[in-house]
C-alpha cells in the first residue's frame, strides 16, 4: 500500500474548524491520520515537506460541461480531468447536455467507465430531467440514481413547463433527489444575449431582462413548497435571485444554490468592445448585482461555488458576438477567482474553502471534501434496545484479509446522546473498490424508548426491540425491523423492508414505507386495529389478512382496507417489488 506523509503543511478543514499547522498521513486512497508529530507513525512513508504551505480538501465542482460523448475534439474526459487536476478540483459533476444525452441509464455508465479508464478526477454526472432535454417526458430518475446519478437537470436550460417541473420535483421527492435548475425563463431569455441595461444599449445588442431569472426561481419555489422537493438553482447572477433564495431558506424550504466565478469577480462591463469569452449564460450582470451576489457568498444564502466550466473550440468563439456559443472554461481557475474572495476580505480562507469543498459535497451527498480519517469499505449498522437507562454503545470493527491490522481504530462516528435519547449512527464513507479495505459494522445498544434517525448508504440496517420513533434510510442494502413499537417512517432505493410490529402492543399512530428496487414484508400483531393502504408499480400484494385476502387467483397492485375498527395509517409503497402482508 501506498503511504505518503505531508509534513509541516498548514492544515484547512472547514468541516471541523482545523486551521493549524501539522502532518496528514495518506494511506492508499483514504487519510489515514492528521495532526502533529506523525514523522514515527509514517516511518517508511513518501514525505512531502510542505514547509507552512496550504493542505486543503480537494475542491468539488457541482457544474461542469463535458463534451464527452458527441463532441470530444471540444473536450473529453481525460483533457476535462487533467484541466481540473491543474486547478485542484479533485471530483467534478458534470451536466447531462452531451450527445447523446444523459438520460439512459448507459451513458452514466458510460461516462463512469471513462473516469476509471483515465484515473484523474472523480467524475460524476447528473442526469437529463426529461428525456431529450426537450422539457416534456421525464426520464426515469429512480434508475438513472440507482445506476450513479447525483441529481437531475436540463444542463444549460430550464424546464421551461410549469407542470413538467412540478413532476420532475415530485418524483424526485419520493426517492429524495437532488433537482438542479439553471435559473432562466426561456420565453424572456431566449432572444436575448446580454443583460438589459446600458451595455446593451450602447452596443445595440438584444438585451436579457435580470427578471428572468428570478421569476424561474419563484416560481420553482412555489412548487418546492408543494411537494417538498431538494431543490438547487445553479449560477445565481442577481440581487433579486439572492434575495428570493435568501427569503426560501429562511422558511426553511429545501433549498440550495451555488453561482460562479464570473458573477462575483467580473460584471457587464467585461464586454467591452464584442468581447466574446465574456458571453456567458446567464449573461455577466450589472455592477449592483455583482456586489449582491458576493453579499450572498458572505452571508450563506449562497451555499456553493461551481466553475461553471463550458469549453469550446475557436470556431464557436471567434464569432460575431450574435454568432458566439455561450460560455467559458473555468476548471483551471476555479480556485484562484474564488480566492479574491479571501484577499478582499469578503470570506475567511476556511469559509472560500467551505463553498468550494465541503458544501458541494454535502448538497451532493458525497462523502468528500474533508480532511478526514475514514476507512474504505462500507459496513451497516445493527440497534438493539436495551433495558436499562444506561446507553452502552459498543462498535464492531471486522478486517478483510489484506487489511492492516492496526486501522481497527478507524471505526466512523456513532454519536448517542444520553440526555436527550436521540441516536445518531453515521456508517463509513465510501472509498476503494470492492476487493480490498474495511468492512466496518456497528452494533449499537439504546434504551428501549430511544428515537432513532439512521442513514446507510452500502450496507443494512436492523433495529430490534425499540419502541421509540423510527426514521431510516438505505441506498444500497436493506432493513429488517424486529419487535418495534413506535412510529416508523422509511425508504430504500436497492433492498427490501422486513418489519414486525411488536406483538399486541405496538402504539405507533403511523408507518410509512416506501422501496424502489425491493419489496415490502410486514408483520401484524393478531389482534390490531388499523387503516392498512398499499400502492404498488410493479408489483403485487400477497396477504393472509382476512380484510386483504385475494379474490379468487388475482392479486391486486393497490389496496385501501380498514383493519379491525381502524386506528393508525400504515402505508407502505412499492416500485420494484411485492407487498406481503403476514399476522403474528
Request: proline share 5%.
Amino acid at each position: 500500500m501506498n503511504r505518503l506523509l505531508f509534513r509541516r503543511a498548514r492544515l484547512l478543514d472547514p468541516e471541523s474548524g482545523l486551521d493549524a499547522c501539522g502532518d496528514l498521513m495518506v494511506e492508499g486512497e483514504r487519510i489515514a491520520a492528521v495532526g502533529g508529530g506523525l514523522s514515527a507513525a509514517g516511518r517508511g512513508a513518501e514525505v512531502v515537506e510542505a514547509g507552512g504551505l496550504c493542505l486543503a480538501p480537494g475542491l468539488v465542482d457541482m457544474r461542469v460541461q463535458l463534451r464527452e460523448p458527441g463532441a470530444e475534439h471540444m473536450e473529453s474526459v481525460e483533457t476535462a480531468g487533467q484541466a481540473a487536476a491543474a486547478g485542484g478540483v479533485t471530483t467534478m459533476v458534470a451536466l447531462p447536455n452531451t450527445n447523446p444525452p444523459v438520460d439512459d441509464i448507459s451513458v452514466v455508465e458510460f461516462l463512469a467507465r471513462r473516469a476509471r479508464e483515465v484515473k484523474l478526477a472523480k467524475v460524476h454526472t447528473y442526469a437529463a430531467a426529461t428525456k431529450g432535454l426537450k422539457g416534456r417526458d421525464l426520464t426515469e430518475m429512480g434508475l438513472l440514481a440507482a445506476n450513479g446519478a447525483l441529481g437531475f437537470t436540463d444542463g444549460a436550460q430550464a424546464v421551461a413547463d410549469a407542470l413538467v417541473m412540478r413532476r420532475v420535483l415530485a418524483y424526485a421527492r419520493t426517492f429524495d433527489l437532488l433537482v438542479v435548475q439553471h435559473p432562466e425563463e426561456p420565453s424572456l431569455a431566449r432572444a436575448g444575449e446580454v443583460s438589459e441595461g446600458e451595455i446593451a444599449t450602447r452596443l445595440g445588442l438584444p438585451a436579457i431582462p435580470s427578471a428572468a431569472e428570478v421569476i424561474m426561481i419563484e416560481r420553482d419555489l412555489r412548487l418546492v413548497e408543494i411537494t417538498g422537493a431538494r431543490y438547487h438553482v445553479a449560477h445565481v447572477s442577481t440581487a433579486a435571485g439572492v434575495e428570493a433564495i435568501r427569503r426560501a431558506k429562511a422558511l426553511e424550504l429545501p433549498v440550495t444554490c451555488d453561482t460562479a466565478p464570473p458573477y462575483f469577480v467580473l460584471n457587464e462591463t467585461a464586454i467591452g468592445d464584442y468581447r466574446t469569452f465574456a458571453k456567458l449564460s446567464p449573461p455577466l450582470r450589472s455592477e449592483w448585482d455583482r456586489r449582491a451576489v458576493v453579499e450572498g457568498l458572505r452571508d450563506g444564502t449562497i451555499d456553493a461555488i461551481a466553475s461553471d466550466h463550458a469549453p469550446w473550440d475557436q470556431d464557436s468563439k471567434r464569432l460575431p458576438f450574435s454568432s458566439a456559443a455561450y460560455g467559458i472554461v473555468g476548471l483551471e481557475t476555479l480556485l484562484p477567482l474564488s480566492l479574491e474572495l479571501y484577499h478582499n476580505s469578503h470570506l475567511g480562507l476556511l469559509e472560500v474553502i467551505r463553498r468550494l469543498a465541503c458544501n458541494p459535497a454535502r448538497i451532493l451527498r458525497l462523502p468528500v471534501g474533508r480532511l478526514a480519517v475514514g476507512p474504505s469499505r462500507n459496513g451497516g449498522v445493527t440497534i438493539k434496545g436495551w433495558l436499562s437507562n444506561q446507553v452502552l454503545v459498543r462498535s464492531r470493527v471486522e478486517a478483510w484479509a489484506n487489511a492492516d491490522s492496526d486501522a481497527k481504530l478507524l471505526a466512523s462516528r456513532v454519536q448517542v446522546g444520553a440526555n436527550t435519547g436521540q441516536v445518531s449512527a453515521t456508517g463509513p464513507d465510501s472509498q476503494g473498490d470492492s476487493d480490498s479495505g474495511w468492512a466496518v459494522s456497528y452494533e449499537i445498544f439504546v434504551p428501549q424508548t430511544t428515537d432513532l434517525d439512521v442513514k446507510a448508504h452500502n450496507g443494512g440496517i436492523s433495529i430490534s426491540d425499540v419502541r421509540g420513533h423510527i426514521e431510516f434510510s438505505a441506498h444500497n442494502g436493506g432493513v429488517h425491523l424486529t419487535r418495534i413499537g413506535g412510529d416508523v417512517a422509511g425508504s430504500t432505493l436497492n433492498g427490501g423492508v422486513n418489519i414486525e410490529l411488536a406483538g399486541n402492543t405496538w402504539d405507533g399512530r403511523q408507518l410509512e414505507v416506501s422501496t424502489h428496487n425491493g419489496g415490502v414484508h410486514l408483520q401484524l400483531p393478531e389482534r390490531y386495529s388499523a387503516h392498512l393502504r398499499t400502492e404498488t408499480v410493479n408489483g403485487r400484494v400477497s396477504s393472509d389478512l382476512p380484510e386483504a385476502a385475494p379474490q379468487g387467483n388475482l392479486r391486486p397492485r393497490n389496496l385501501d382496507v380498514t383493519l379491525g375498527g381502524g386506528g393508525p395509517l400504515i402505508h407502505v409503497s412499492t416500485t420494484n417489488g411485492g407487498v406481503t402482508l403476514k399476522r403474528l
